[in-house]
């Protein structure tokens, strides 16, 4: 099993810890917070062991799991990558888009892997579509979240967009072509709610609103493509499929046909997907350790963490405008 060590100790990070501790891929050596009040309330509660010297654990891992704030992401990755150690940082990788392509530099050149925790990929309702989803033209993604202090350090791009933002770049196979965004600066000192539109080259269009001061909570995209409408709700965790296929000739009573304006006929039908129950954030950390143990790609790489997060910045940087 991987000896891993876990950086920084707050909500989440006591998630990681509970997480690698129950997994079987895993040998859970303790972890690090600069905050040795909460270290040692968190190792009191827990049991998990605290170690006040961030290169002491770092020495004796073989991954590190940041789970710090996002101005810390990168100077912990390069400290662990220079020791030669695979990490595992929450998303967005790293603060700026310079330090995420020093990160990819460091990555091959001290042979480790790494991988970011855009934890929704791993979402057992996006799961269970991904490979339907072909060519979309057009998709539509709405995050919406009640007001939370937490992370409201970053803009809700990269506190929320950013997930929709690396689900759309999964499954769009372009590049970007142009960015339209606004954003409004309603509580915190940077934007809480956001929309942006991104042009791609083949033409797909893509319609992203996050908000973190909506009164309810909402994950929802919609993907449209030729003969094809996908519906996902990462929050409820359903799918719903709507396909069309070339009408038979002798349609059935409960058939449902729609003639264009051409005088085409096609048949709507529906599929229903099999969606597994799993832990998200636990299924990212093993496949994690899966591409350490078989020396393959992980699913969430350093370079698509910095696709995301350059499309992000890019968004920021539109409000500008």
Request: net charge negative; glycine share 4%.
């Amino acid at each position: 099993m991987l000896k891993v060590g876990v950086l920084g100790a707050g909500h989440l990070g006591k998630i990681h810890l509970r997480l690698l501790n129950e997994s079987d891929k895993y040998t859970l050596l303790g972890f690090y917070d600069p905050d040795a009040i909460n270290g040692k309330k968190v190792a009191a509660e827990f049991g998990y062991p605290f170690y006040d010297n961030i290169n002491t654990l770092m020495d004796a891992v073989d991954v590190v799991d940041i789970v710090t704030p996002t101005l810390s992401h990168f100077d912990c990755a390069k400290k662990a990558m220079e020791k030669g150690k695979h990490v595992f940082i929450e998303k967005p990788i790293t603060n700026t888009l310079e330090e995420a392509t020093e990160l990819l530099e460091l990555e091959r050149k001290y042979s480790v892997k790494g991988q970011v925790g855009h934890v929704e990929r791993f979402n057992p309702a996006f799961s269970s579509v991904k490979d339907k989803i072909e060519d979309p033209m057009f998709i539509e993604t709405h995050r919406l979240a009640e007001f939370n202090p937490r992370g409201t350090d970053v803009p809700v791009v990269l506190d929320l967009m950013i997930h929709d933002i690396d689900a759309i770049l999964s499954v769009v196979n372009s590049e970007v072509k142009q960015i339209n965004a606004s954003g409004v600066s309603v509580i915190s000192k940077s934007p809480d709610i956001a929309n942006a539109r991104i042009e791609f080259e083949n033409g797909c269009v893509a319609n992203l609103t996050a908000s973190r001061i909506s009164l309810k909570n909402m994950r929802k995209s919609r993907f449209f493509q030729r003969d094809a409408y996908i519906s996902v709700d990462f929050l409820e965790k359903k799918v719903e499929v709507v396909k069309m296929k070339d009408a038979p000739q002798n349609p059935g009573d409960f058939d449902m046909i729609l003639q264009n304006a051409e005088g085409e006929k096609k048949q709507i039908y529906f599929e229903n997907p099999s969606i597994e129950t799993n832990n998200a954030i636990l299924d990212e950390l093993e496949t994690f350790a899966d591409a350490i143990n078989h020396d393959s790609e992980p699913i969430v790489s350093l370079q698509q963490g910095t696709n995301a997060l350059k499309v992000a910045l890019q968004i920021i940087e539109s409000f500008k405008k």
